[in-house]
């Protein structure tokens, strides 16, 4: 299963961006789904995640308040809502997909994944 993730590109701090999660064989809607980012030189880290049927969700402290996650899985689309975008989130932003609710902030437990889509955020 390959997801496509799309939406990045370049904007300024304060600014907002969608990212969309799909893929062609309607997998998606079955999956539960994350964002995770990478920046230049760090480590892989997770931003958010999302249950299968939208029912429950789970942010890390740095999006919380900033960052939504949605899903419509008749459109077979995770979206990424990120508001108030600071310097700090430039990353290349990738989705992933698993079966299971669990360990959901844990890059290993996720079987399937996307490209990857950049997010420049100008200062």
């Known amino acids: 299963v390959q997801l496509q993730a799309s939406g990045g590109g370049l904007v300024k701090a304060g600014d907002s961006l969608r990212l969309s999660c799909t893929n062609s064989g309607r997998t998606v809607s079955r999956l539960a789904v994350a964002w995770f980012r990478q920046a230049p030189g760090k480590e892989r880290e997770f931003v958010v995640a999302?249950?299968?049927?939208?029912?429950?969700?789970y942010y890390a402290d740095s999006v919380k308040g900033r960052f939504t996650i949605s899903r419509d899985n008749a459109k077979n689309t995770v979206y990424l809502q990120m508001n108030s975008l600071k310097p700090e989130d430039t990353a290349v932003y990738y989705c992933?997909?698993?079966?299971?609710?669990?360990?959901?902030?844990?890059?290993?437990?996720?079987?399937?994944w996307g490209q990857g889509t950049l997010v420049t955020v100008s200062s």
């Open positions: 999302i249950n299968h049927n939208g029912g429950a969700t």
């Open positions: 992933a997909g698993k079966g299971m609710w669990w360990s959901v902030n844990d890059t290993a437990k996720y079987e399937y």
